[in-house]
């Protein structure tokens, strides 16, 4: 990544892609205090940026970084430096952290950062679509509402992810099932909502123990829309069995297909209702999207 051609806007200024760096020291290198977001741009076009743009700023709120200005002006910010890196279908990363002025726990001092790099990128696992995801069952669970701030999009929760997607890997799966923190229920997966299908009707967990991310609420406005049903219901680990398909939603995996979980596996193609379903979720969303430029 850090070899790319390019510039990344940072604290307001263009700086060639190798340049843009941060000190050692960071506050936000050693305890967290990051706060970032994923936009997808198609057609040349940020898709959903004014809402992404105002949870990054509730997101830095958290940690107490402030953010420069107002959320339609790094709102505009953004869309100018999408427009001058000339990407059609590309992947925008802004992202805002502490500096090095003071590195104790609180970090009082230090100062607030912003940058945004947008490069080409297909998602976490291009390619895959067509026949589906292999999800296996991810050790770390995620926390109690009362433990996090699960709908600030903040970098330390993604370490439960990442080490739940290597030790996924290992064991030969593309991705991990991160549960609620009794272990017996569906939470989301290392960085995506999850849905299922169950007799002709969309099923979701609850976002207690997930982000309630933007195309996951995209996805269910839409889907209602077409006449899909849309139940927003704990789900118990023993459900996924009884399900007949199942996809993840995400800004990076955007409509994706999952083949199985742990031990289940769904037979995408075989089962005409979950296959229309999904496919139909697939089309709708990208008709959304396509339709912003």
């Not at 898709?47 to 970084?65: N, P, Q, Y």
């Not at 940058?115 to 069952?137: D, L, S, T, Y």
């Not at 991310?213 to 009884?242: D, K, N, S, W, Y």
């Amino acid at each position: 990544m850090d070899a790319r051609q390019g510039t990344i806007w940072m604290d307001g200024r263009y700086v060639p892609w190798a340049d843009a760096r941060l000190h050692v020291l960071s506050h936000g290198l050693h305890y967290g205090t990051v706060a970032f977001e994923g936009v997808r741009v198609y057609d040349g076009v940020a898709f959903k940026l004014r809402e992404h743009i105002e949870r990054l700023f509730a997101s830095c709120r958290t940690v107490g970084i402030e953010l420069p200005g107002s959320a339609t002006t790094l709102a505009a910010e953004a869309a100018a430096y999408v427009a001058k890196t000339g990407l059609r279908d590309a992947y925008l990363r802004p992202i805002a952290w502490r500096g090095a002025e003071e590195l104790g726990i609180v970090g009082q001092m230090a100062s607030s950062h912003l940058a945004m790099a947008c490069w080409q990128w297909e998602g976490p696992h291009a390619g895959k679509q067509g026949r589906g995801i292999r999800v296996g069952i991810g050790r770390w669970r995620r926390p109690e509402p009362d433990m996090w701030p699960m709908q600030a999009k903040l970098s330390g929760l993604y370490g439960i992810g990442s080490i739940n997607a290597r030790l996924a890997k290992a064991d030969g799966f593309d991705d991990a099932l991160v549960l609620t923190p009794d272990g017996d229920h569906v939470a989301e997966l290392t960085g995506a909502n999850l849905f299922f299908v169950d007799r002709g009707r969309l099923v979701t967990p609850p976002t207690e123990h997930a982000l309630n991310g933007l195309t996951r609420q995209t996805v269910i406005a839409l889907a209602e829309r077409v006449g899909l049903v849309v139940e927003v219901r704990p789900i118990a680990r023993h459900e996924i069995e009884g399900f007949s398909g199942a996809f993840a939603t995400g800004t990076a995996y955007e409509i994706l297909n999952i083949c199985q979980i742990g031990d289940v596996r769904f037979n995408i193609g075989s089962d005409d209702d979950a296959t229309d379903i999904i496919a139909t979720v697939a089309r709708v969303y990208a008709a959304a999207t396509h339709a912003i430029s």
